[in-house]
C-alpha cells in the first residue's frame, strides 16, 4: 500500500478542479479594522483591505471586549484548566450563559468550544435521546448541522432551500406519533437571504415538531438587542432551541445554544462534544461576554452596517457587476468558475491590497463560486468605489461580462 501516493492524489484532484485552499497570511491592525498586514510576498508585510472577515462588526477589537480580556487575563490566567464538569467552569461560563439565555428569550444557554460543536453535538444528542426521530433539514444546512444529524442517526428528510410546501409535504408524509425536529439556519451565509422562520414554526406546530435554528449569521447583528433574525421578527419565543456563535459578530470565540432548562440539561448531561473537552478560556468567555453585552444596548455598530451593506451593493450593481440578490449584510458576486474565482481574488490581493477569499465546492455547490464581501460599520465610501473600480478592471481584462 502506497500511503503518500493516495495522500498526494487526493491533493492533486484539488489542484485539478481549481479549488484548492491556500490561507492568506495576515495581522489585523488593532483600531484599524479593515485594514490589516499581509505576509504573502518576500518584502515584509503589505498593508491590505480585509473584505472577508466574520468579525462582522469588529468586536474583536471594540476597547470593551479587549479590556475585559486583560482584565480576565491577568486575574484568572490564560486557560480554564479543564471541562466544565472538572474544575473548568469558571464564574464567566455562569455568567455568559445567563447572558445568551436572556438574549433569546430562554429559560437557560450552553457554551460549546465553537458554534460548529454546539451544531454538532446538540443536534446528534437530541436525535439519540428521541426515539425514531425523524430530522428535517434545509438544503443549505452548514456542514455542522449536517455532521450533527448524521451522528445521531435520525432518519433525514432535506426539504429545498426554504421551501415551506416541500417541508410539509415531507412532515404530512411522516407519522403523526414520530418525533420530528426541524433544523434551518435564519441567515444563509453564502447566499445571503433568510428563513421565514414564523412560517417554519407555524407548520411546527401544526405537525408537532421541535425546532432547531442556527442563527450563526445574525446574532449581534439583527434584533434590537442582537438576538438575530428570531428577535427582529418577534418568534423567537416559538422556537425550541437557537443556537449561536461567539465568533462572528461577537468577534470572539465559541458557540452556544439557547433552550428550556430541560433540554440544556439533557445535552450538558449527554453530549459527548460538551462533556469531554476543555472548557473554553475564561479570557475568551469574558470577551464574549463584554460584546454580548455592548450589542445588547448598542445599535449603532449594526446600523452603520446595514448602511455599508445596502452601499456597496449599490455600487456594485451600478458597476454592472454580477452582484446576487441578498437582503442580508451579506454582498455575493457571483463568478460561476473556482479556477475564475481564485484569480481574481489573488489579483485583488497582489494589485490592490483587497482581501477576499474566493468561496468554492463543497461551502457552496459547483458552478457557484463566488466572491463573498462582508462589509462592516468600518468600511469607507472610498474603499467601496476602490473596490469597485478594480473589480471591473479585473472583470474586463479577464474578458468577463458585465452588465450594460
Ligand atoms: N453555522 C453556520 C451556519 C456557519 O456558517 C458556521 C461557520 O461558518 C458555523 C455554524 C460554525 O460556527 P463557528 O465558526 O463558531 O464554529
Same mark, same amino acid.
Given at each position: 500500500?502506497?500511503?503518500?501516493?493516495?495522500?498526494?492524489?487526493?491533493?492533486?484532484?484539488?489542484? *485539478?478542479?481549481?479549488?484548492?485552499?491556500?490561507?492568506?497570511?495576515?495581522?489585523?491592525?488593532?483600531?484599524?479594522?479593515?485594514?490589516?498586514?499581509?505576509?504573502?510576498?518576500?518584502?515584509?508585510?503589505?498593508?491590505?483591505?480585509?473584505?472577508?472577515?466574520?468579525?462582522?462588526?469588529?468586536?474583536?477589537?471594540?476597547?470593551?471586549?479587549? =479590556? /475585559?480580556?486583560?482584565?480576565?487575563?491577568?486575574?484568572?490566567?490564560?486557560?480554564?484548566?479543564?471541562?466544565?464538569?472538572?474544575?473548568?467552569?469558571?464564574?464567566?461560563?455562569?455568567?455568559?450563559?445567563?447572558?445568551?439565555?436572556?438574549?433569546?428569550?430562554?429559560?437557560?444557554?450552553?457554551?460549546?468550544?465553537?458554534?460548529?460543536?454546539?451544531?454538532?453535538?446538540?443536534?446528534?444528542?437530541?436525535?439519540?435521546?428521541?426515539?425514531?426521530?425523524?430530522?428535517?433539514?434545509?438544503?443549505?444546512?452548514?456542514?455542522?448541522?449536517?455532521?450533527?444529524?448524521?451522528?445521531?442517526?435520525?432518519?433525514?428528510?432535506?426539504?429545498?432551500?426554504?421551501?415551506?410546501?416541500?417541508?410539509?409535504?415531507?412532515?404530512?408524509?411522516?407519522?403523526?406519533?414520530?418525533?420530528?425536529?426541524?433544523?434551518?439556519?435564519?441567515?444563509?451565509?453564502?447566499?445571503?437571504?433568510?428563513?421565514?422562520?414564523?412560517?417554519?414554526?407555524?407548520?411546527?406546530?401544526?405537525?408537532?415538531?421541535?425546532?432547531?435554528?442556527?442563527?450563526?449569521?445574525?446574532?449581534?447583528?439583527?434584533?434590537?438587542?442582537?438576538?438575530?433574525?428570531?428577535?427582529?421578527?418577534?418568534?423567537?419565543?416559538?422556537?425550541?432551541?437557537?443556537?449561536?456563535?461567539?465568533?462572528?459578530?461577537?468577534?470572539?470565540?465559541?458557540?452556544?445554544?439557547? *433552550?428550556?432548562?430541560?433540554?440544556?440539561?439533557?445535552?450538558?448531561?449527554?453530549?459527548?462534544?460538551?462533556?469531554?473537552?476543555?472548557?473554553?478560556?475564561?479570557?475568551?468567555?469574558?470577551? /464574549?461576554? =463584554?460584546?454580548?453585552?455592548?450589542?445588547?444596548?448598542?445599535?449603532?455598530?449594526?446600523?452603520?452596517?446595514?448602511?455599508?451593506?445596502?452601499?456597496?451593493?449599490?455600487?456594485?450593481?451600478? /458597476?454592472?457587476?454580477?452582484?446576487?440578490?441578498?437582503?442580508?449584510?451579506?454582498?455575493?458576486?457571483?463568478?460561476?468558475?473556482?479556477?475564475? /474565482?481564485?484569480?481574481?481574488?489573488?489579483?485583488?490581493? *497582489?494589485?490592490?491590497?483587497?482581501?477576499?477569499?474566493?468561496?468554492?465546492?463543497?461551502?457552496?455547490?459547483?458552478?457557484?463560486?463566488?466572491?463573498?464581501?462582508?462589509?462592516?460599520?468600518?468600511?469607507?465610501?472610498?474603499?467601496?468605489?476602490?473596490?469597485?473600480?478594480?473589480?471591473?478592471?479585473?472583470?474586463?481584462?479577464?474578458?468577463?461580462?458585465?452588465?450594460?
Amino acid at each position: 500500500m502506497n500511503y503518500q501516493k493516495i495522500f498526494a492524489q487526493a491533493i492533486d484532484r484539488l489542484h *485539478a478542479e481549481g479549488r484548492y485552499r491556500v490561507f492568506i497570511d495576515i495581522l489585523r491592525n488593532k483600531g484599524n479594522f479593515p485594514d490589516a498586514r499581509c505576509f504573502a510576498g518576500h518584502n515584509g508585510p503589505k498593508p491590505i483591505v480585509v473584505w472577508c472577515s466574520n468579525d462582522y462588526l469588529a468586536m474583536g477589537q471594540h476597547p470593551d471586549v479587549i =479590556a /475585559a480580556m486583560e482584565t480576565t487575563l491577568h486575574d484568572v490566567g490564560a486557560g480554564s484548566g479543564g471541562t466544565r464538569n472538572i474544575g473548568g467552569n469558571t464564574h464567566y461560563h455562569v455568567e455568559l450563559e445567563a447572558e445568551l439565555a436572556d438574549l433569546h428569550g430562554k429559560e437557560a444557554a450552553l457554551l460549546f468550544t465553537s458554534g460548529y460543536i454546539s451544531n454538532e453535538a446538540t443536534l446528534s444528542t437530541l436525535g439519540k435521546i428521541l426515539p425514531g426521530c425523524v430530522i428535517f433539514s434545509d438544503e443549505l444546512n452548514h456542514a455542522s448541522m449536517i455532521a450533527g444529524i448524521r451522528t445521531s442517526g435520525c432518519e433525514k428528510r432535506v426539504f429545498r432551500h426554504n421551501d415551506l410546501v416541500h417541508l410539509e409535504e415531507l412532515l404530512a408524509a411522516t407519522p403523526a406519533d414520530v418525533p420530528k425536529l426541524i433544523a434551518f439556519e435564519s441567515v444563509y451565509s453564502m447566499d445571503g437571504d433568510i428563513a421565514p422562520i414564523g412560517a417554519i414554526c407555524d407548520l411546527a406546530d401544526k405537525y408537532n415538531a421541535i425546532t432547531y435554528l442556527d442563527e450563526v449569521h445574525a446574532v449581534g447583528m439583527y434584533g434590537s438587542h442582537g438576538g438575530g433574525i428570531s428577535e427582529r421578527d418577534g418568534v423567537a419565543e416559538r422556537l425550541t432551541i437557537i443556537e449561536g456563535t461567539l465568533g462572528k459578530a461577537f468577534g470572539v470565540m465559541g458557540g452556544y445554544i439557547a *433552550a428550556d432548562r430541560n433540554i440544556i440539561d439533557v445535552v450538558r448531561s449527554y453530549a459527548p462534544g460538551f462533556i469531554f473537552t476543555t472548557s473554553l478560556s475564561p479570557v475568551l468567555v469574558a470577551g /464574549a461576554l =463584554a460584546s454580548v453585552r455592548h450589542l445588547k444596548k448598542s445599535s449603532e455598530e449594526r446600523e452603520a452596517q446595514q448602511a455599508n451593506a445596502a452601499r456597496l451593493k449599490a455600487i456594485f450593481a451600478d /458597476a454592472g457587476l454580477p452582484v446576487m440578490p441578498s437582503t442580508t449584510h451579506i454582498v455575493p458576486l457571483m463568478v460561476g468558475d473556482p479556477v475564475r /474565482a481564485k484569480k481574481i481574488s489573488d489579483i485583488l490581493l *497582489a494589485e490592490y491590497g483587497v482581501y477576499v477569499q474566493p468561496i468554492n465546492y463543497p461551502t457552496v455547490p459547483r458552478g457557484t463560486e463566488r466572491l463573498r464581501f462582508t462589509p462592516g460599520p468600518s468600511h469607507s465610501e472610498e474603499m467601496m468605489h476602490a473596490l469597485a473600480s478594480a473589480l471591473v478592471e479585473i472583470w474586463d481584462r479577464m474578458e468577463m461580462r458585465l452588465a450594460a
